[in-house]
Structure formats: structure tokens, C-alpha cells
């Protein structure tokens, strides 16, 4: 996978120069690591297979680079399995207008079905399709299409594989594979209601194929805590990672999510200049910081700040979450270092950020109509985008479009952190997750995972590598 990767930007760069095909395998926009993987291993293995000697199979996550260090799961995975973030090419760095145009381009989606409005232009190239969610529009005949309702997209990408030929799969490959299907399921717990057969047959699979993959156990719980894992990050990324916000007449407040105690937020160098700046590049006139850390026993505790260089504004925001009674927040005062900032003991730690949003919703719905989201400052162009032109926004840090309810399939638990688990990603197939107190004390896990070890050998005599 390496040396795939290493090669991908030298045969982009020839297939232009002479004008050759180039087959792009593109992930979704929110770029969590289900994605960001079954891109890398589909066009691994298509590269590997291909017919086509000349064409370069490239994966693209679509996210611009600098919002790469956000998605903390996948560089955590990344890293582990030695894959130089130079090596992968993003979104901001291919013109797949212009390669269409030229007539170069065919396109792989994989992890979503549906392009977004601005690269409509580029859906008479689309010719294959692999999603594990429901299917909301057709595709022409010549657009090959997998579609099952699974627990992640990487176990469709896994099954390719096996149906095809099996020996171009590397340790590399199996284990980026393997650590997203055990991730996205929840580590198989059947409580949590993502895990289905075929997600436990084919990570059974790669275990049976590279038995040195860490165990499940293991690798998820090093997932998941590299998912809240904040530690890299500046200020302005540990805003962006969870961020929604929301627009009223004239007025735009942002909520973030961020995954350490308020008190060493707000001791972080210079924190109130990077909040201002925050808010003035992205045109926030608040900001309500929502801080969740947990105990040794996973006991969540929350916190919760309010920013304004407003004065009257950030006081009436605090008034309307103190006296919110649907749901109560149970907020008593904290010391505050600055003035622009007041923060809170949140007593209620079950109220979420999920939880949160309507109360400032109906605060701005208060203070006049809701009206379409404009934009009351000028944004840079390369800014990541934190707010929509046309409508009450709510975006995750991708910069991402909430998609119609029917498409989102749980999207509403997308960041939220009400659980001790990861949230529940964007490709979620239930809209709540049951494990909101985190795995079971006396798991089956293991149990489940010894019987699949016992019983692969049996799966794979049926698997399509001995038919």
C-alpha cells in the first residue's frame, strides 16, 4: 500500500501529461475513516487487478489537506500503519472538473452515492458505486452498483477483495480494513445495532488471512480514544473538529464540541485572540463551547462556556441556557479568566450538544423570525466553510451540507458525544445508538470473538478465494 500510494501523484501527473485515463476512487465529504479507507484500499486493489495497464487508479479524500489532522481516527490509523500523509492526495489538490472536461476522468464513489450539488457536473462519469446505505437516486446501466445495508462501507470494499483475488491483499491493506469494520460496529457488540453477519464474517476473514491484526478489543478501544484525542491540535482545529452553528435574524451562533475539561481549555496560550479570531473569520457573533472529559470509570462530565465580544448578546444567550427547562442544563458559575467568556458547571451531563442546539435555536427564534443564513462577513476563500449561504446552518468540520433526513440514516448523532462511545458516524444505519453507556460491563465480545476464530476455518472453506 505504501509504495501504491507513493506512486499515485507521479501517474496522476504522467496520465495528464499524455493525456491517459485516470480512474478516481472518491470517498464522502464528511471523510471519516470508513471512507477515507475504502477509497484507499478499493483503488489499491483496483490498481492491482485493472485490465487497463495505463489508467491510474487515484484515491481522493474529500476534504481539503488542512482538514486532514481534524479526522484524529485516521492519522492515528494512518501512522500506525506507516502511511505518510504526504503520499495521499485530497480533494484541494485534483481539478476532477478539468480532467472530465479533458475526457480523462471515470469515478468510483464509495462510502456515499449521491454527488453534492457542485460537482453535478461530474455524474456522467460516476461508473461504479459502493455504499452501505439505501439507495436515493438510479444510476445508468453501465454503473455498476453494490449496495447493502451493512455496518461499514469497508466491509463491502473487504468482500470486493475476496471475490477477486485475494493474494494482492497486503498486512497494510487488512489492517486498515480490519480497524475501520471493528471500529464502525461498535467492536461487533450487537447492542449497539451496526454489526451485521457479513461485517463479522469478513473481519473474521482478514483475521484468518493475517493472524498478527491486533485484536478487535484492542484496536478498538485504540480508535476510539484516538478519535477524541485533541492533544495535536491548535485551538481553531479543536473548535472545528465538532462544529455546528446556527443563524437567526442577523445574528450567527456556533456551538463546538470539545473533548477536554473547560478549565485546561481556557489555559490554553492565548485562547481568548484565537476565539475572537475564530468567530471574525467565520463571520459567529457567539460561540458556546460545550466541554465533555470522562473519569476513570467513564463517568462523563460536562462544562460549558459562552463567547461574545457582544455584550448584551452573550448575556442574553446565557439567560435563555440557564433558564431552559426542556431540558434543565443545571448550570452553576465558574471563574472566568476573560471577560468575553462566561463559563458554566453543566450538572445535566446527559444534555448534549444534540440536546443544546434547539434552546439556542428557539433563543434566536425569539429574538426575531428565522430567516435564511446570509453571510455578514467576508470569508477567506480557502476558509474552511462553517456556516451555509442559504439556510439555518448545521455542519460538521468537513464543511459538509446536512443531506435531506431520508438520506441520513442517524446524521443527527454525527459529533454528538452523548455516549461514551465514538459518535455515531454520518454512515450510521440507526438513529440511536443503545450503547449510550458504553460497551456492556460483561461483554460477550470475547466470547463472540473466540467462537468466530473456532468456527473461520469453516467460513472460509465457503469464502469466494476456494470457489
Do not use: W
Not at 101 to 112: C, E, I, K, R
Not at 254 to 272: K, W
Not at 444 to 460: D, G, H, P, T
Amino acid at each position: 500500500m505504501e509504495r501504491f500510494l507513493g506512486g499515485c501523484r507521479p501517474a496522476l501527473q504522467e496520465c495528464i501529461r499524455s493525456r491517459r485515463d485516470v480512474h478516481v476512487v472518491l470517498g464522502n465529504e464528511a471523510c471519516d475513516l470508513d471512507s477515507a479507507v475504502s477509497a484507499l484500499a478499493l483503488a489499491y486493489f483496483l490498481a492491482k487487478v485493472s485490465p487497463e495497464p495505463r489508467a491510474a487508479f487515484i484515491p481522493v479524500l474529500n476534504i481539503p489537506r488542512a482538514d486532514f489532522p481534524l479526522r484524529t481516527e485516521s492519522t492515528f490509523l494512518f501512522k500506525e500503519q506507516r502511511l505518510p500523509e504526504s503520499a495521499i492526495i485530497f480533494r484541494d489538490e485534483i481539478d476532477l472538473l478539468a480532467l472530465h472536461q479533458a475526457g480523462l476522468l471515470s469515478l468510483t464513489l464509495v462510502d456515499h452515492h449521491v454527488l453534492p450539488s457542485q460537482d453535478a457536473g461530474l455524474e456522467e462519469t460516476v461508473v461504479e458505486v459502493i455504499d452501505h446505505r439505501p439507495l436515493e437516486q438510479g444510476r445508468g446501466p453501465s454503473c455498476r452498483i453494490t449496495s447493502e445495508l451493512v455496518g461499514s462501507c469497508a466491509t463491502l470494499v473487504t468482500e470486493k477483495i475476496f471475490q477477486g483475488r485475494v493474494e494482492v491483499l497486503d498486512q497494510t491493506t487488512a489492517a486498515l480494513l480490519h480497524g475501520t469494520i471493528v471500529l464502525d460496529c461498535v467492536n461487533m457488540a450487537p447492542e449497539a445495532g451496526k454489526v451485521t453477519p457479513k461485517d463479522v464474517r469478513f473481519a473474521s476473514l482478514l483475521e484468518y488471512k493475517f493472524p498478527d491484526l491486533p485484536p478487535r478489543g484492542v484496536i478498538f478501544e485504540a480508535l476510539q480514544n484516538a478519535k477524541f484525542d485533541v492533544s495535536g491540535l491548535t485551538t481553531e482545529q479543536m473548535l472545528r473538529k465538532d462544529l455546528k452553528a446556527v443563524s437567526g435574524k442577523d445574528v450567527v451562533i456556533a456551538l463546538s464540541s470539545v473533548y477536554v475539561t473547560l478549565q485546561d481549555f481556557l489555559r490554553r496560550p492565548a485562547v481568548e485572540q484565537d476565539l475572537c479570531a475564530f468567530c471574525r473569520q467565520r463571520g459567529y457573533d457567539a460561540l458556546v463551547v460545550m466541554a465533555i472529559s470522562f473519569n476513570e470509570q467513564n463517568d462523563p462530565s460536562r462544562q460549558l462556556a459562552v463567547y461574545s465580544q457582544q455584550g448584551a448578546l452573550q448575556t442574553a444567550v446565557c439567560q435563555s441556557l440557564e433558564d431552559s427547562s426542556n431540558p434543565s442544563l443545571s448550570l452553576s458559575p465558574l471563574e472566568s479568566p476573560h471577560p468575553t467568556l462566561r463559563a458554566y458547571t453543566q450538572g445535566n451531563a446527559t444534555a448534549s450538544r444534540k440536546k443544546v442546539l434547539p434552546i439556542v435555536k428557539d433563543f434566536l427564534r425569539d429574538c426575531g423570525t428565522m430567516q435564511p443564513c446570509r453571510k455578514t462577513r467576508a470569508e477567506p476563500a480557502n476558509a474552511s466553510p462553517g456556516r451555509a449561504d442559504s439556510r439555518p446552518l448545521e455542519r460538521g468540520a468537513a464543511g459538509r451540507k446536512d443531506p435531506p433526513k431520508s438520506q441520513r440514516l442517524g446524521d443527527d448523532l454525527l459529533g454528538d458525544e452523548d455516549t461514551h462511545l465514538p459518535p455515531t458516524p454520518m454512515n450510521s444505519l440507526v438513529d440511536e445508538c443503545p450503547l449510550d453507556q458504553g460497551l456492556p460491563k460483561l461483554s460477550a465480545e470475547a466470547v463472540f470473538e473466540k467462537f468466530n476464530r473456532i468456527a473461520v476455518a469453516r467460513s472460509c472453506e465457503d469464502s469466494p478465494e476456494k470457489k
